[in-house]
């Protein structure tokens, strides 16, 4: 849009001089006119230089060969989640045969869940939780299928009750990460489809939401070859919104879903309006990361730092990397050799709400580590917890949601696309206190080029829409506003 906007502005300072140099009083301007006229011309050249982008590709990730004559089923079908006695009853099964191994006198979630805290969530879970009741909750969104590049895509499209006359409502993909699912999205949706009955504004930015499930994650199919990895995924989605009937949109993303929105900022620029995430993916790596990391905390104003990220960055080795070693381990399976845990997790309910729950712990808080019930309750409701997981159990999709850091982690991470191509549409960037990693604002711009928003946002981890949705709901209104405003 700009590059159409510089030439009309450089006509008109054109225009502006002419009447300087005719003006007598004015004859002192027109050097520095002249001036101006020089950085616009430099602007417009660099605005007409091709930016790198992300080729788009394609891709057959159904089982077999792929049929070279066979046309796609471009159809959008309605889906329900269903479930059946059967089903209940062999989870049931399942719940009463677990055993249990005595966790360490004081360990808390030291050593991983609490096999104590364990056996009453397992309680709660084969007597309290009712899985009916919360498919109605999961049915009361607009459930969808279509099948791209060779499997069904699976998502949910809520559009805003009301638009109030005169205001554009926005689309907005939203993608989740692991192990999270769709679900993580249900308490922002009405956030953003009707702001204004929440009070997050007037109702001058309204969306409409979609939120799919990434393939191999909950009910979208598991990818049946090797390969697949966010750019695949960020050209499917790519693919669903324009089959949706979408040119522009914007996106937002956690955890994966951030590496996948930012390979579709990076494949189709003028599709994307906009780019939010409430992670960075970027690489610590370099000499002068390195100069930064080590003048940061001393000088930070010198190498580009805040109050606010020394605070959150320092002391480095034992705040930073200390806890990226000890919450990394599951990575270092899943990057490796997924599938030999997948099965056992696949098999059994209880190893499956050790192995997700855990995240939702300490990736909530790193505090929780502290606590025999890892805090779980203190965030989040026991049914809200066990949603997710049931989503992962009744689809059996927990060893090729794993799969997906072998596709994505199997090579120099400095190779990677976010690493190796810019993103130059808006981008709005939440950063949230307990998440993992900190990353300042000057090192998200080394993909990230055109920051319009970036928030210190006052509480919440890693599972932002799950934990604190009108946080960031009243992040991604204020990104969109300004990005409409320009």
């Not at 030439?7 to 009447?19: D, K, M």
């Not at 002249?34 to 007409?48: D, I, N, P, T, Y």
């Not at 990730?61 to 796609?72: N, Y």
């Not at 590496?259 to 189709?268: C, R």
């Amino acid at each position: 849009m700009w590059q159409e906007v510089l030439p009309n502005a450089w006509e008109s300072i054109l225009s502006r001089i002419r009447s300087f140099q005719y003006s007598q009083k004015n004859a002192v301007l027109v050097p520095a006119a002249a001036l101006g006229v020089g950085g616009m011309v430099v602007c417009w050249l660099m605005s007409r230089r091709k930016v790198k982008r992300l080729e788009v590709g394609d891709g057959w990730w159904g089982s077999g060969e792929r049929a070279l004559r066979e046309k796609e089923d471009e159809q959008i079908r309605p889906f329900r989640i269903e479930t059946s006695d059967k089903e209940i009853e062999d989870l049931h099964r399942r719940l009463d045969q677990a055993r249990y191994t005595p966790p360490l006198e004081g360990a808390a979630f030291h050593y991983g869940f609490n096999s104590d805290y364990l056996q009453k969530v397992v309680a709660y879970w084969r007597n309290q939780f009712d899985w009916r009741k919360q498919v109605e909750i999961l049915n009361k969104y607009p459930h969808f299928h279509t099948t791209i590049e060779g499997i069904d895509i699976h998502f949910i499209h809520v559009k805003p009750p009301y638009v109030p006359h005169g205001r554009a409502v926005q689309p907005i993909l939203m993608v989740h990460g692991w192990p999270g699912s769709f679900y993580e999205f249900y308490k922002i949706i009405p956030l953003l489809t009707e702001p204004a009955r929440y009070g997050l504004g007037d109702g001058d930015v309204v969306f409409e939401v979609i939120c799919p499930s990434i393939p191999g994650y909950g009910f979208s199919e598991a990818p049946h070859q090797k390969g697949f990895d966010t750019r695949a995924t960020a050209r499917i989605f790519h693919k669903l919104m324009k089959r949706l009937g979408f040119k522009e949109y914007y996106v937002q993303g956690g955890d994966w879903g951030s590496s996948i929105t930012t390979n579709m900022a990076q494949m189709l620029p003028e599709s994307v309006k906009g780019v939010h995430v409430n992670l960075v993916f970027i690489t610590i790596r370099g000499f002068k990361k390195l100069i930064q990391v080590m003048l940061g905390a001393y000088v930070p104003w010198l190498v580009g730092f805040t109050r606010e990220d020394v605070r959150r960055m320092y002391p480095f080795m034992q705040k930073n990397v200390y806890d990226i070693l000890r919450e990394s381990g599951y990575l270092h399976i899943q990057a490796t050799k997924p599938d030999t845990a997948g099965c056992g997790l696949n098999d059994s309910p209880v190893g499956l709400a050790a192995y997700i729950l855990e995240k939702f712990s300490t990736w909530t808080d790193k505090s929780f580590l502290h606590r025999d019930d890892g805090g779980l309750e203190r965030k989040y409701s026991l049914d809200e917890l066990l949603t997710n997981v049931m989503i992962y159990w009744v689809t059996s999709s927990i060893a090729s949601s794993m799969r997906y850091y072998k596709e994505n982690l199997s090579r120099d991470p400095a190779l990677s696309d976010n690493s190796r191509f810019g993103v130059y549409v808006p981008a709005g960037i939440a950063a949230f206190p307990e998440e993992i990693r900190h990353v300042p604002r000057c090192w998200a711009k080394t993909i990230f080029k055109n920051i319009v928003s970036y928030s210190y946002m006052p509480r919440g981890g890693h599972f932002a829409a799950f934990e604190e949705p009108k946080l960031l709901a009243q992040d991604i209104i204020h990104f969109v506003r300004r990005v409409e405003q320009l």
